[in-house]
Every structure is written in C-alpha cells, then in structure tokens.
C-alpha cells in the first residue's frame, strides 16, 4: 500500500497543470488541516480530487517545532511534517526547500511536483511526452517557483533519456 502527506505546494501546482491525476496510484492522500486550507485558498478544485483525507494533526513533537522555527516553516509545513512522524514510511510531497531538508533529515522519502511528474512517466499514468509539455508550461501555467536554467536542465536530461 502506497501512502503519501501532501504539503501545499504540490498540491496546488498539480492542480494548476490539470495533473492531480499523477497521484492516483498512491492508495491514501493525507492532508493536513492547514494544507488543506491553504490550498481551499489558492486552488480549491485541487481539493475535489477524489482520495485526499483531511487529517486534524495532533500535538506538534517539541523537536519538531524547534526545526520549524530554525527553517521557518509555515504552519501547513509544520502539520505535515508532524503527521510524517506518526507515517514515517509515507512519501512526503513538498516543493518548499526547507521542508524537503527537514524531511530528509529525519530519513523520510521526498518528491516535489517535478519529481512527482517524472516518475508518473516511470510508472505508466502519462506519457513522457505529455510531461515533457507540462514541463514546458509549467512556468506559465503554475505557480511554482523554479529558475530557468534548472527547469531548462531537467527539460534537457529528461528529453535525453526519454527520446533516446
């Protein structure tokens, strides 16, 4: 069984390119009270996707508070980090720095949007080149901050190994 946290980002910005579909073969979608506000806020049909659970977090690990202060994590970071504590073999879904270096940190398994499109083409949900379009858009169609010369350099790679 597959199970993933999903933080905002990657919510958001998947649902941004029409691509939520790439979370389908994930078997449970938590998300935490305050992710799930945020993205009610800026993207609210990503939560009409069909799985997501709405999780209430419980108390916050004094440790992990502490990292959460010395990172800056929002409050949305904080709740899915805590609820990477109680399913620490879930896959954790951020596109914020800081909380990718938290997570890797404490040993949990980590994908951003990007990583969450490349291994859609790895397990069959979409065709390299339809990511290989979305990746083209994406800084049109989302708001995921990425520069230039990396989206240009993943774009490279992914062309090589795809259309080879």
């Known amino acids: 069984m597959s199970e993933a946290v999903l933080d905002a980002g990657p919510l958001i910005h998947l649902s941004e390119l029409d ?25 609210p049909e990503a939560l009409e996707f069909p799985g997501l659970e709405r999780v209430t977090v419980p108390n916050v690990s004094a440790s992990l508070q502490i990292v959460a202060q010395s990172l800056a994590l929002d409050r949305g970071e904080l709740e ?5 504590e109680l399913y620490p073999r879930a896959l954790f879904l951020t596109d914020d720095a800081a909380a990718r270096l938290a997570a890797e940190q404490r040993g949990y398994a980590v994908h951003g949007t990007i990583g969450l499109l490349i291994r859609a083409v790895r397990r069959g949900l979409r065709s390299a080149p339809e990511i290989l379009s979305l990746l083209r858009v994406l800084p049109q169609r989302s708001t995921l901050h990425l520069r230039s010369s990396l989206l240009n350099a993943i774009l490279a790679r992914l062309e090589n ?3 080879k």
């Open 19 to 43: 691509a939520l579909d790439v979370l389908r073969d994930m078997d449970i979608l938590r998300v935490p009270v305050a992710v799930w506000d945020e993205a009610s806020t800026h993207q």
């Open 161 to 163: 190994e795809w259309t």
């Open 80 to 84: 899915a980090l805590s609820l990477m």
